[in-house]
């Protein structure tokens, strides 16, 4: 699931878990598949936290 938040400093106004950034919508318009890349550099990112704990 992914979910959008809005954040100003250090407090969340808003957390989006319906319909975040309106994710669906773009990828059809635009004929790409945003989840897919999201969740590609979600992995990523992961991977990329474990070599730095050095696991």
């Known amino acids: ?12 106004l808003e957390a989006n878990v319906f319909s975040p950034g309106n994710l669906f919508s773009c990828s059809e318009m635009a004929g790409v598949n945003f989840a897919a890349k999201i969740r590609e550099s979600i992995e990523l990112l992961h991977v990329m936290a474990k070599r730095k704990r050095g696991e």
Not at 1 to 12: A, H, K, N, Q, R
């Open 1 to 12: 699931m992914l979910v959008g938040t809005d954040i100003i400093g250090d407090t969340i």
